[in-house]
Each structure stands twice: as structure tokens, then as C-alpha cells.
Nanobody, 124 residues
Framework: EVQLTESGGGSVPAGGSLRLSCAAS????????MAWFRQAPGNGRAGVAE???????LYADSVKSRFTISQDNSKTYLYLQMDSLTHEDTAMYYC??????????????????WGQGTQVTVSS
């Protein structure tokens, strides 16, 4: 069993920055894909960024050049640096982890574990 705990959300003005963190605990194994998703009220869960077990990163078009996904060397922590935030980035942000067959996708299907989320609110 793996537990994922997000932190770092908050309220910022448009143009501001936030850094989200996701701490993994429990049965942690090194070989896993990790990703960030977000869900705004009334919308489905959408992929933001992924870092695969091979270190390959994938970003949604809407966040490219503004967001950066990274991990610490132990792969215990996942980060999302978010710059130039806009009102459209307002959502609950979730981290997810996959230990199964490698995923190179921002679709929310087939991820094994999810955190409880951290709220990001950007005022326009």
C-alpha cells in the first residue's frame, strides 16, 4: 500500500507562482511513474504533467513552459513548480503513482494510487 500526500496549495494572484509537493510513503518501490492531475469544479480530472520511471516528462499543452515536474533522487517526493499562474489554473491538484506497465499518458485511467489533493486558487 502506498500513501500520497500533497501540500503547497494556496491562493495567489494571477502571474504568481506556487510549488506543490507530493510525499510518498508506505510500500515505496523505485520503479514507478508519477503524475499531477487537476480537477476544477464541474470538470473531469485532467492530466497536468507526468514524469515516467525512465525520467521522461510529459506536459499538457496548457501548462507547457509554465509548469515543471520533478522528483527528488530517492523518488519519495514529487514536485510541481507552477509559474505565471492564471485563473484557469484554479483547481484541486492531485498526485498519482503507477507501478504497473509504464504509462506515457495524461489520462487519469490506470493509475494505482492517488493523493487527497491540494487546492490551488488563482485570483484574476
Amino acid at each position: 500500500e502506498v500513501q500520497l500526500t500533497e501540500s503547497g496549495g494556496g491562493s495567489v494572484p494571477a502571474g504568481g507562482s506556487l510549488r506543490l509537493s507530493c510525499a510518498a510513503s508506505g510500500d515505496i518501490r523505485r520503479s514507478a511513474d508519477m503524475a499531477w492531475f487537476r480537477q476544477a469544479p464541474g470538470n473531469g480530472r485532467a492530466g497536468v504533467a507526468e514524469i515516467s520511471r525512465a525520467g521522461i516528462t510529459l506536459y499538457a499543452d496548457s501548462v507547457k513552459s509554465r509548469f515543471t515536474i520533478s522528483q527528488d533522487n530517492s523518488k519519495t517526493y514529487l514536485y510541481l513548480q507552477m509559474d505565471s499562474l492564471t485563473h484557469e489554473d484554479t483547481a484541486m491538484y492531485y498526485c498519482a503513482e503507477n507501478f504497473g506497465p509504464p504509462l506515457y499518458t495524461l489520462r487519469p485511467n490506470n493509475w494505482d494510487y492517488w493523493g487527497q489533493g491540494t487546492q490551488v486558487t488563482v485570483s484574476s
